[in-house]
């Protein structure tokens, strides 16, 4: 990426990167995490079914039980806050939340909203459907949720070590939902180190193979 960044929110992705060192003891201001929270729920999902849950684990007897299921990672432990993200794998049942309010408001015509509903239920008859969209989508918030601690002066660090059938059973997570990955967010220790990224002309293709 060029150094020279043109706007405030291309210099929040060029800082952003994965921090597993943090100031231990501090506490997230309620009104951030709200705002990081908000943030991630702003995050484009198919048909906005918004197939996330965020479960915010701040108790630090709730992040030592966290430990040994993420492996010892100190940074559950040292971070302010840790989010697991999870995908709705039955976000199908999200439609009439989403879409009635635009119908009562004379936005959507009802035979619209049937016919979107009939697409969403004939998706969602396959299980593989439901999960690659459950895990896309809250991939989706996950990266909001980043850039957001970021553009705060917080950072984050996502995490995919971890025994997701331990975390399901010690958090009581409902089957409706996937683990797809921890976020530890708080006050760096030590600055963040760019890991570096390959070229552009490595990672892009042109139209075609």
């Not at 952003?16 to 999902?45: F, N």
């Not at 009802?110 to 299980?127: K, T």
Request: glycine content about 6%; hydrophobic content about 45%; charged content about 15%.
């Amino acid at each position: 990426m060029s150094t020279q960044v043109q706007n405030e929110v291309l210099k929040v992705i060029e800082d952003r990167h994965s921090v597993k060192q943090y100031q231990a003891g501090h506490q997230l201001p309620k009104e951030d995490l709200e705002q990081i929270l908000s943030a991630a729920a702003q995050a484009p999902s198919s048909w906005n079914l918004q197939h996330w849950k965020l479960v915010v684990i701040d108790d630090q007897a709730q992040k030592e039980k966290l430990l040994p299921i993420a492996y010892g990672q100190k940074q559950i432990v040292e971070s302010s806050v840790v989010i697991a993200v999870l995908g709705d794998l039955e976000a199908n049942k999200n439609a009439q939340a989403v879409f009635g309010p635009a119908v009562a408001g004379g936005f959507l015509p009802q035979a619209v909203m049937d016919q979107l509903v009939g697409q969403i239920e004939g998706a969602y008859q396959y299980p593989q459907v439901a999960r690659d969209e459950a895990i896309r989508n809250a991939s989706l918030a996950a990266m909001n949720l980043m850039l957001a601690a970021k553009s705060l002066g917080y950072d984050t660090c996502p995490m995919g070590g971890y025994d997701a059938a331990k975390f399901v059973e010690a958090f009581n997570v409902p089957a409706r939902y996937v683990p797809v990955m921890l976020i530890s967010l708080g006050l760096a220790a030590t600055p963040a180190r760019s890991a570096g990224r390959l070229p552009l002309d490595q990672v892009t293709v042109s139209n075609s193979f």
